[in-house]
């Protein structure tokens, strides 16, 4: 079993920080591919961004330049620094991961979320 602990939400104004971490726990192999979703009220849920294991990064058009995802192997942790935040970035966010908690096998897992408010 895979536990993933989303913290760092909160309410920011606009243009202001936040940090969310992300930390795996339980039985972890490695860890493939990681990744920040967001949903807000009414929306689906979309990527704002991913990192892979050897550092590649991928991110929504909505949030180049602003958002900054990475990760500590050694730590089982993912981060997104999230700068010049928008009310229109108001969400719950939640972690994901490809987990391969033993060789060959792959599953994938979700956090509860952590709620980003952001007020104009």
């Known amino acids: 079993q895979v536990q993933l602990a989303e913290s760092g939400g909160g309410l920011v104004q606009a243009g202001g920080s936040l940090r969310l971490s992300c930390a795996a726990s339980?039985?972890?192999?490695?860890?493939?591919?990681m990744g920040w979703y967001r949903q807000a009220p009414g929306k689906q849920r979309e990527l704002v961004a991913s990192i892979r294991n050897g550092g590649s990064r991928n991110y929504a058009d909505s949030v180049k330049g602003r958002f900054t995802i990475s990760r500590d192997n050694a730590k089982n942790t993912m981060y997104l620094q999230m700068n010049s935040l928008k009310p229109e970035d108001t969400a719950v966010y939640y972690c994901?991961?490809?987990?391969?908690?033993?060789?060959?096998?792959?599953?994938?897992?979700w956090g509860k979320g952590t709620l980003v408010t952001v007020s104009s």
């Open positions: 339980g039985i972890v192999f490695s860890i493939n591919a």
């Open positions: 994901n991961a490809v987990v391969q908690s033993a060789p060959g096998l792959l599953g994938t897992w």
